[in-house]
């Protein structure tokens, strides 16, 4: 995994891509007790299967398509759009369009590292 949380600076060599799921990607970008920076990217029909944690959750569309779940509501959400998932909150995406999310998390993904 990354070692990023002992650095100052994110560079292309310090990115790790780690396979987590059919069609699915990611990378830890930087990361410290309070707060976490993944980059996921996705192939087209990829699953982010709807789930909950206790972490907030902050999700960027970097680029591509997503059909984005959170608690009942559901929209389509492209480059530049976003969500924000609360504690406990389900939710989830299916990516329409092959493209990268950038999901924050607070505190940490310990289960990340």
Known sequence: MAAFADQHFL???TQQWETVGEGVRRTILAYGPDLMLVKV????GAV???HRHVHAQITY???GVFRCLVGEEERV???G???QAPSNVWHGVVCEE????LDSFSPMREDFV
Do not use: D, K
Not at 41 to 44: H, I, Q, S, T
């Open 11 to 13: 560079t292309n060599e």
């Open 41 to 44: 990217a996705f192939e087209a």
């Open 48 to 50: 982010g299967a709807p």
């Open 61 to 63: 569309v970097e680029s």
């Open 77 to 79: 959400l492209r480059a």
């Open 81 to 83: 759009e976003g969500f």
């Open 98 to 101: 092959a493209g990268v999310l």
